[in-house]
């Protein structure tokens, strides 16, 4: 008699124990798939964000480079199409071969032509493809890094607080991942987007945005 009410405490006490581990087991299912619907979630949005300010690019009136958070920069050039000087095959055929001789560093986006204006979507994966593409001065990169390569800032410029900074000499739209705190040189920023601003440069002028 004894020796049953042993065998059935033990056999209580593992049934006791598999209901906890399928407790157990249950709630870490559970945290796991609300861990996986989080990052899936986190995922979407940051799409959904990067379609934005690609659609936002593309839509442009003026020209505008944006600087995206993974450190790639995508820029919509628009220009008064002049058919004296080139037709829209022959400028095409010139966006390739300058798009094929980057080796990789620059991608075309697409072009378009309409009511005398020529539109460019180009994609650069650094701030030197940019550079080099347009032959002009353009920076993209964190404040210490640039500070490492000799470009010095004003004493405001480091007091702002921000991270990074885009350098131009160009006039052109610059739009960053984040709020813009502080600006160099011909530059304003929008009054309905912090993180746009509109810059003038002119003559080879230096400008530039902190954020």
Known sequence: ??????????????????????????????????????????VGVMKVLAALSENITT??????????????????????????????????????????????????EGFSLDDGVAKLRLKYKTDDDMASFNDEVFYADTIDNLLDQGVSFDSGAIKAGGSHAVIVSESMDIRCPKKILYTGGAVTIDEEDPKLAHCTASDGDIAFVIY
Do not use: H, W
């Open 59 to 108: 839509d442009a009136d003026v020209t505008t480079v944006t600087v995206l958070r993974n450190g790639s920069i995508k820029e919509t050039i628009v220009e008064d199409f002049n058919p004296g000087f080139y037709d829209e095959d022959s400028l095409e055929d010139e966006i390739k071969r300058k798009v094929d001789a980057s080796d990789g560093g620059v991608e075309s």
């Open 1 to 42: 008699m004894a020796q049953s009410n042993s065998y059935n405490r033990r056999k209580r006490r593992k049934k006791r124990k598999r209901s906890r581990n399928k407790v157990i087991a249950a709630r870490l299912i559970f945290v796991i798939c609300l861990l996986v619907l989080f990052a899936l979630i986190i």
